[in-house]
């Protein structure tokens, strides 16, 4: 499970997220959602440990993620992953998998799984956009991880990777893992997610079962109107 207490970031004055509780079930699928500027990806960078809290705790099966240690049963997926180019696909793999202790993924069942078993021994540098989504999908869940964590995961997809990453994230559900991703792409989350949270300008505004926060609607429609009224009343108030 991902607990999430009373989670605060700051930039000097500027409250970026703020007081943020949240808790993730485990072998669940979980879509964190916002406008452009909420906080999805200063939280999510937080959980992992790349950027440090102000305050507030981050724990996984009752571990506090502040411990290094503790990290190595997670996986990350960053918006713009970056590579080594010089290396081939394969040699990147090998290079991340070295990073972690214990078992890790078989490489070519790993490439096989994200539709790159072709493009192997290619060099990353001459990879396309998807491409390297999809090699940023592999060394993510390189090390086994039981949770993983993704900042916009479908973006430079055309339709049929989107499709295919999808499957992916449910296979790895099947197998236990538990999956929290940043999205805008709001049909794909309806697709594949058990729950959601919604943050708005770094505050938490709802978290729980997607069909109930949906009300028999589309999750865009419903999301839409919430954002809406939010920035209205913001509006009204200054």
């Given at each position: 499970?991902?607990?999430?207490?009373?989670?605060?970031?700051?930039?000097?004055?500027?409250?970026?997220?703020?007081?943020?509780?949240?808790?993730?079930?485990?072998?669940?699928?979980?879509?964190?959602?916002?406008?452009?500027?909420?906080?999805?990806?200063?939280?999510?960078?937080?959980?992992?440990?790349?950027?440090?809290?102000?305050?507030?705790?981050?724990?996984?099966d009752?571990?506090?993620?502040?411990?290094?240690?503790?990290?190595?049963?997670?996986?990350?997926?960053?918006?713009?992953?970056?590579?080594?180019?010089?290396?081939?696909?394969?040699?990147?793999?090998?290079?991340?998998?070295?990073l972690?202790?214990?078992?890790?993924?078989?490489i070519?069942?790993?490439?096989?799984?994200?539709?790159?078993?072709?493009?192997?021994?290619?060099?990353?540098?001459?990879?396309?956009?998807?491409?390297?989504?999809?090699l940023?999908?592999?060394?993510?869940?390189?090390?086994?991880?039981?949770?993983?964590?993704?900042?916009?995961?479908?973006?430079?997809?055309?339709?049929?990777?989107?499709?295919?990453?999808k499957?992916?994230?449910?296979?790895?559900?099947?197998?236990?893992?538990?999956?929290?991703?940043?999205?805008?792409?709001?049909?794909?989350?309806?697709?594949?997610?058990?729950?959601?949270?919604?943050?708005?300008?770094?505050?938490?505004?709802?978290?729980?079962?997607?069909?109930?926060?949906?009300?028999g609607?589309?999750?865009?429609?419903?999301?839409?109107?919430?954002?809406?009224?939010?920035?209205?009343?913001?509006?009204?108030?200054e």
């Amino acid at each position: 499970m991902i607990k999430i207490t009373n989670l605060v970031k700051k930039y000097g004055k500027e409250t970026v997220v703020s007081d943020l509780t949240l808790t993730v079930k485990k072998g669940t699928v979980f879509g964190f959602l916002g406008p452009n500027g909420a906080g999805k990806t200063t939280t999510i960078k937080m959980i992992v440990g790349l950027s440090q809290k102000s305050s507030g705790t981050v724990e996984i099966d009752g571990k506090d993620l502040s411990n290094l240690a503790n990290r190595q049963n997670i996986g990350y997926m960053p918006e713009d992953p970056y590579f080594y180019e010089q290396l081939t696909a394969r040699e990147f793999l090998a290079f991340m998998a070295g990073l972690f202790k214990g078992e890790t993924r078989d490489i070519s069942d790993t490439l096989d799984l994200v539709g790159l078993r072709h493009a192997s021994d290619q060099k990353v540098g001459t990879f396309s956009k998807g491409m390297k989504q999809r090699l940023g999908l592999a060394q993510t869940i390189i090390n086994e991880p039981e949770y993983i964590f993704m900042d916009e995961p479908l973006d430079g997809l055309d339709p049929i990777g989107r499709l295919e990453f999808k499957k992916i994230f449910l296979k790895l559900k099947a197998e236990g893992k538990t999956i929290f991703f940043n999205s805008h792409i709001l049909s794909d989350v309806e697709e594949i997610c058990d729950e959601i949270g919604i943050i708005f300008n770094g505050k938490l505004i709802y978290s729980g079962n997607l069909e109930n926060f949906c009300k028999g609607t589309s999750l865009e429609k419903k999301f839409v109107e919430t954002i809406n009224k939010l920035s209205e009343k913001e509006q009204s108030d200054e």
